[in-house]
T-cell receptor
Framework: SQTIHQWPATLVQPVGSPLSLECTVE??????LYWYRQAAGRGLQLLFY??????ISSEVPQNLSASRPQDRQFILSSKKLLLSDSGFYLC??????????????FGQGTRLTVV | AQKITQTQPGMFVQEKEAVTLDCTYD???????LFWYKQPSSGEMIFLIY??????QNATEGRYSLNFQKARKSANLVISASQLGDSAMYFC???????????????FGKGITLSVRP
């Protein structure tokens, strides 16, 4: 069966510090991978998605970047965190090429507080 | 333009009663999918139900049903016989078929908070 792991669960970081959040998927190959951020009152905002190794698309220009060094690994990074980067970050995956009827499977999320 | 609209304020329902959570969407794509997710206070996203744009019948999954009105572009979630464990935030989401690149991108609404009273 497929599982998705996301860590850490919580993180408190000072302004200006770097960030690295990691997400891995098991039990599948060549998944579509996504990073979402959830801020209060704004639902889930898609940040990045990836359809393959090294292929990253950004939805919203911001202080963050993403990388996919391996097929089932997706990393969200920042060189210098801002207060506005605080939020709940969710990684998700979807099987490739399954049309509109396949739901996304989410990790447990990382609650990031920038202080 | 906003693709998914959830405008209800926090919703309250008495235990064992039914409740409807509203969702309207905007797309010009004839092929799309609509989803509802539940997010309890733990933060995990739990998939509840799916409705395809070409489906003739409204989707049902246990106590969850989707009231799909295609002409009105609405996809309301109905929860029957509410339970205390239904207290959570609920998100409506849509996937359009012709989106290039990540063909399974999900666009979410802002969510609705549901509180079930004993």
């Amino acid at each position: 069966s497929q599982t998705i792991h996301q860590w850490p669960a919580t993180l408190v970081q000072p302004v200006g510090s770097p960030l690295s959040l990691e997400c891995t998927v098991e039990g599948t190959s060549n998944p579509n991978l996504y990073w979402y951020r959830q801020a209060a009152g704004r639902g889930l905002q898609l940040l990045f998605y990836s359809v393959g190794i090294g292929q990253i698309s950004s939805e919203v220009p911001q202080n963050l970047s993403a990388s996919r060094p391996q097929d089932r690994q997706f990393i969200l990074s920042s060189k210098k965190l801002l207060l506005s980067d605080s939020g709940f970050y969710l990684c998700a995956w979807v099987p490739q090429g399954r049309g509109t009827g396949t739901e996304a499977f989410f990790g447990q999320g990382t609650r990031l507080t920038v202080v | 333009a906003q693709k998914i609209t959830q405008t209800q304020p926090g919703m309250f329902v008495q235990e064992k009663e039914a409740v409807t959570l509203d969702c309207t969407y905007d797309t010009s794509d004839p092929s799309y999918g609509l989803f509802w997710y539940k997010q309890p206070s733990s933060g995990e996203m739990i998939f509840l139900i799916y409705q395809g744009s070409y489906d003739q019948q409204n989707a049902t999954e246990g106590r969850y049903s989707l009231n799909f009105q295609k002409a009105r572009k609405s996809a309301n979630l109905v929860i029957s016989a509410s339970q205390l464990g239904d207290s959570a935030m609920y998100f409506c989401a849509m996937r359009e078929a012709t989106y290039t690149g990540a063909n399974s991108k999900l666009t979410f609404g802002k969510g609705i908070t549901l509180s079930v009273r004993p």
